[in-house]
């Protein structure tokens, strides 16, 4: 089946620096990757559509100068969160569409923001 | 605008008992329906979906789900519990116009008792 990878699983940083998170698709093309943030108990919120060569779309309220989204080829996209804070903790999911419209979800990345 | 309920954050069976998860979405279009389960700590897995063929959709691990459209209902359920499916599960709605952005519930937590 389908493969979606993310890396790292896990990260801790210090407040005011970057960090990127990246997502591929292991055996499948993806021009269209999704983003979502997903905090503690809650549901995942999509945070940005990813289009392979061209600029993301980013939902509402969601700072497209902070989450940085670049999706350079078919299998990758990154998600870099720019000068975070303690607020932006949270568990990141990305998903990766294949041709036939179905969505496949990374594992996730656990940000921890000291 | 889309949306999804899931009735009960929180739902207790028994080992070998009935499993209903209750979803009711709202959708001004003609919905793709879906149930993902989350295990702690890691990403999505979807279990079905609905894309308006059958009404009764069959998944994985013993799932299925059946699209009421008089009720707004896709309600999950499996026959007999087993102490793997504990889980968090999750309800989205995504239009059939093509857009793909999913729109969860807040999830609801399986826990199975022995």
């Known amino acids: 089946g389908a493969v979606v990878s993310q890396h790292p699983s896990r990260v801790i940083c210090k407040s005011g620096t970057s960090v990127k998170i990246e997502c591929r698709s292991l055996?499948?093309?993806?021009?269209?990757m999704f983003w979502y943030r997903q905090f503690p108990k809650q549901s995942l919120m999509l945070m940005a559509t990813s289009n392979e060569g061209s600029k993301a779309t980013y939902e509402q309220g969601v700072e497209k100068d902070k989450f940085l989204i670049n999706h350079a080829s078919l299998t990758l996209s990154t998600l870099t969160v720019t000068s975070a804070h303690p607020e932006d903790s949270s568990f990141y999911i990305c998903s990766a569409r294949d041709d036939r419209k179905a969505q496949y979800f990374g594992p996730g990345t656990r940000l921890t923001v000291l | 605008a889309q949306s999804v309920t899931q009735l009960g954050s929180h739902v207790s069976v028994s080992e070998g008992a009935l499993v209903l998860l209750r979803c009711n979405y709202s959708s001004s279009v003609p919905p793709y329906l879906f149930w993902y389960v989350q295990y702690p700590n890691q990403g999505l897995q979807l279990l079905l979906k609905y894309t308006s063929a059958a009404t009764l959709v069959k998944g994985i691990n013993g799932f299925e789900a059946e699209f009421k459209k008089s009720e707004t209902s896709f309600h999950l359920t499996k026959p007999s519990a087993h102490m793997s499916d504990a889980a968090e599960y999750f309800c989205a709605v995504s239009d059939q116009g093509g857009s793909e952005k999913l729109v969860f519930g807040k999830g609801t937590k399986l826990t199975v008792n022995p």
């Open positions: 055996d499948f093309q993806a021009t269209t």
